[in-house]
C-alpha cells in the first residue's frame, strides 16, 4: 500500500480532483485543482507551496564525510561552503551519471542530501572501501518532510516567520525555526523562481505547514502538485530523472547512459586542472573533455508558433495550447532534402503560457547544438505524424532577476 506523507492530513481535503499518483511509494497529487495553469501560475505571480517529502533524504556525518563526498561526488564538495548549498551529480568508473541531487552542508562534518532514487546502499559501500573511520550515512527520508515554497512572494510569506532566512543567498542553507519547530531553510527549489525549501520533522509538519499558509494567506498562496511543478521546471531548463535522462545503474547499454557533458552540465568541471580529487568517473570525464567525445548534448528547443499553429489548421483543429505537458520522446529531424533525416529527439514538451510558444529538452548530435540552428519536430495531429519548425536555444527558457536577488540584508 502507498504510504502517505507528514502533509496528507493537510492536502487531502485540498485535492479537488481526488487523484493521486505513486512518487517512490508515496501518494502525491499531480494537480490540486482542474486548472493546471492556475497551479502554474501560483509559482510565477505570487507563491505556491508543494510536499516534497518523498524525496529520499540522507545524513552524512562524521570527520571522514568530506572524504567519502569528494570521492562520490562529480562536484568538488569543498567548494560548498558552511551554510553553503551545492547541485551536483554522482556518476560511474565510465562517467556516465548515476544520479543527480542537492547536498546541503549544515556544519564542517554534517551534510545533508536529496535525491530521487535510493543510494544509501551505494553511499556506504563507498564508505566500505575506502576504509573510512568516522563516517555514518544515516536514511532520514521518514524523519523529515520538505515543503518548496516558491514564487516572487516566497520571502514575503517565510519572513514572517522567521528572520533566518531572510539573508540567505542563492544556494545557502540556515538552520533556523519556524515557532517552536527547529527546521533547515535552503534558498533552492525546481522552479526556476525565486523560492525556499523547509526541512521539517515530520512530528511537527502540520504546525510548519498551518503557518506558512496563514503566512501566505495575503499573497495568495496555494498547494500545487507536481505537474505544475514539472511545466515550471522545463522553463528552468532543469533536468528530470526518469524523463530527460535514466540513472547508468538500470541502463543496459551504453546509449541508454548519458554523462554529466552530454547532460549539459559541463560547467560543473571548470578548472578540473586545480582539482586534484580521484572522484568516481574522473579519468572518463577528463577523456571526453579532452577528446570531444560527447555523443550529443542536451539542449532548449523554442518551436516556431506559426508552423505549429499552421499543422493543426490545416488538420481542421486548434492547436493544443492550455495545460499541454508532454514526457514522452519525439523525434528531431534534420532540415535537408533528404525526408525525415533523424537527428535525435526532445524528451520533455511544454506550452509556456508565459513564454507564449512550445518549447522543449532535447538531444542533438554536437553539430546541431549552436543557438538558433533549425531543426524540425515530429508533432502529432490527429494521430498523424507532422514536422514543425524548431531553433535550438540556450536554457534556461525563463531566468527572472528575483531568483538569485538578495532580500533583505543580503548582498
Same mark, same amino acid.
Given at each position: 500500500?502507498?504510504?502517505?506523507?507528514?502533509?496528507?492530513?493537510? *492536502?487531502?481535503?485540498?485535492?479537488?480532483?481526488?487523484?493521486?499518483?505513486?512518487?517512490?511509494?508515496?501518494?502525491?497529487?499531480?494537480?490540486?485543482?482542474?486548472? *493546471?495553469?492556475?497551479?502554474?501560475?501560483?509559482?510565477?505571480?505570487?507563491?505556491?507551496?508543494?510536499?516534497?517529502?518523498?524525496?529520499?533524504?540522507?545524513?552524512?556525518?562524521?570527520?571522514?564525510?568530506? @572524504?567519502?563526498?569528494?570521492?562520490?561526488?562529480?562536484?568538488?564538495?569543498?567548494?560548498?561552503?558552511?551554510?553553503?548549498?551545492?547541485?551536483?551529480?554522482?556518476?560511474?568508473?565510465?562517467?556516465?551519471?548515476?544520479?543527480?541531487?542537492?547536498?546541503?552542508?549544515?556544519?564542517? +562534518?554534517?551534510? +545533508?542530501?536529496?535525491?530521487?532514487?535510493?543510494?544509501?546502499?551505494?553511499?556506504?559501500?563507498?564508505?566500505?572501501?575506502?576504509?573510512?573511520?568516522?563516517?555514518?550515512?544515516?536514511?532520514?527520508?521518514?524523519?523529515?518532510?520538505?515543503? &518548496?515554497?516558491?514564487?516572487?512572494?516566497?520571502?514575503?510569506?517565510?519572513?514572517?516567520?522567521?528572520?533566518? &532566512?531572510?539573508?540567505?543567498?542563492?544556494?545557502?542553507?540556515?538552520?533556523?525555526?519556524?515557532?517552536?519547530?527547529?527546521?533547515?531553510?535552503?534558498?533552492?527549489?525546481?522552479?526556476?523562481?525565486?523560492?525556499?525549501? =523547509?526541512? =521539517?520533522?515530520?512530528?511537527?509538519?502540520?504546525?510548519?505547514?498551518?503557518?506558512?499558509?496563514?503566512?501566505?494567506?495575503?499573497?495568495?498562496?496555494?498547494?500545487?502538485?507536481? $505537474?505544475?511543478?514539472?511545466?515550471?521546471?522545463?522553463?528552468?531548463?532543469?533536468?528530470?530523472?526518469?524523463?530527460?535522462?535514466?540513472?547508468? @545503474? +538500470? !541502463?543496459?547499454?551504453?546509449?541508454?547512459?548519458?554523462?554529466?557533458?552530454?547532460?549539459?552540465?559541463?560547467?560543473? +568541471?571548470?578548472?578540473?586542472?586545480?582539482?586534484?580529487?580521484?572522484?568516481?568517473?574522473?579519468?572518463?570525464?577528463? !577523456?571526453?573533455?579532452?577528446?570531444?567525445?560527447? @555523443?550529443?548534448?542536451?539542449?532548449?528547443?523554442?518551436?516556431?508558433?506559426?508552423?505549429?499553429?499552421?499543422?493543426?489548421?490545416? &488538420?481542421?483543429? *486548434?492547436?493544443?495550447?492550455?495545460? *499541454?505537458?508532454?514526457?514522452?520522446?519525439?523525434?528531431?529531424?534534420?532540415? $535537408?532534402?533528404?525526408?525525415?533525416?533523424?537527428?535525435?529527439?526532445?524528451?520533455?514538451?511544454?506550452?509556456?503560457?508565459?513564454?507564449?510558444?512550445?518549447?522543449?529538452?532535447?538531444?542533438?548530435?554536437?553539430?546541431?547544438?549552436? &543557438?538558433?540552428?533549425?531543426?524540425?519536430?515530429?508533432?502529432?495531429?490527429?494521430?498523424?505524424?507532422?514536422?514543425?519548425?524548431?531553433?535550438?536555444?540556450?536554457?534556461?527558457?525563463?531566468?527572472?532577476?528575483?531568483? $538569485?536577488?538578495?532580500?533583505?540584508?543580503?548582498?
Amino acid at each position: 500500500m502507498p504510504k502517505t506523507t507528514a502533509f496528507h492530513p493537510r *492536502l487531502e481535503p485540498l485535492n479537488e480532483t481526488k487523484i493521486w499518483k505513486n512518487w517512490s511509494g508515496y501518494l502525491v497529487a499531480p494537480q490540486f485543482k482542474y486548472s *493546471l495553469t492556475n497551479e502554474y501560475y501560483a509559482i510565477r505571480s505570487s507563491v505556491s507551496l508543494l510536499d516534497t517529502s518523498p524525496l529520499f533524504k540522507y545524513r552524512i556525518s562524521g570527520t571522514d564525510s568530506v @572524504r567519502l563526498l569528494e570521492r562520490i561526488m562529480s562536484r568538488d564538495i569543498k567548494r560548498c561552503k558552511m551554510g553553503g548549498a551545492q547541485y551536483t551529480v554522482w556518476s560511474d568508473e565510465k562517467g556516465f551519471v548515476i544520479q543527480d541531487g542537492v547536498v546541503l552542508r549544515t556544519n564542517e +562534518f554534517e551534510f +545533508f542530501l536529496t535525491a530521487g532514487e535510493p543510494t544509501l546502499r551505494y553511499f556506504r559501500s563507498i564508505a566500505k572501501q575506502m576504509k573510512l573511520d568516522d563516517v555514518a550515512v544515516e536514511d532520514v527520508s521518514e524523519k523529515y518532510g520538505i515543503l &518548496a515554497l516558491q514564487g516572487p512572494h516566497a520571502h514575503n510569506v517565510i519572513c514572517q516567520l522567521t528572520q533566518g &532566512a531572510t539573508d540567505l543567498k542563492y544556494f545557502e542553507v540556515v538552520e533556523s525555526n519556524i515557532g517552536e519547530t527547529d527546521v533547515i531553510i535552503s534558498r533552492t527549489g525546481y522552479t526556476g523562481d525565486l523560492g525556499y525549501e =523547509i526541512w =521539517i520533522p515530520s512530528g511537527d509538519a502540520l504546525s510548519v505547514w498551518d503557518a506558512l499558509m496563514a503566512a501566505g494567506e495575503g499573497y495568495n498562496i496555494a498547494p500545487i502538485g507536481t $505537474t505544475a511543478l514539472k511545466m515550471a521546471r522545463v522553463e528552468a531548463g532543469l533536468l528530470l530523472l526518469g524523463v530527460d535522462f535514466e540513472t547508468s @545503474r +538500470f !541502463a543496459w547499454v551504453d546509449a541508454q547512459r548519458e554523462t554529466a557533458i552530454e547532460l549539459g552540465w559541463s560547467w560543473m +568541471f571548470r578548472n578540473l586542472e586545480k582539482d586534484s580529487r580521484d572522484f568516481i568517473g574522473r579519468s572518463a570525464i577528463e !577523456a571526453e573533455i579532452e577528446n570531444k567525445t560527447s @555523443r550529443w548534448k542536451t539542449v532548449g528547443l523554442e518551436v516556431d508558433w506559426h508552423s505549429y499553429e499552421a499543422v493543426h489548421l490545416e &488538420a481542421g483543429i *486548434l492547436p493544443p495550447k492550455n495545460d *499541454l505537458y508532454r514526457e514522452t520522446t519525439m523525434s528531431i529531424y534534420r532540415r $535537408t532534402e533528404t525526408p525525415w533525416d533523424y537527428a535525435g529527439y526532445a524528451t520533455s514538451f511544454l506550452f509556456s503560457s508565459l513564454l507564449r510558444k512550445p518549447i522543449a529538452i532535447a538531444k542533438l548530435p554536437l553539430d546541431l547544438t549552436t &543557438a538558433g540552428t533549425e531543426v524540425d519536430l515530429e508533432v502529432s495531429v490527429i494521430r498523424k505524424p507532422v514536422n514543425v519548425l524548431a531553433k535550438v536555444s540556450s536554457m534556461p527558457f525563463f531566468n527572472p532577476e528575483r531568483k $538569485t536577488a538578495p532580500m533583505g540584508g543580503g548582498k
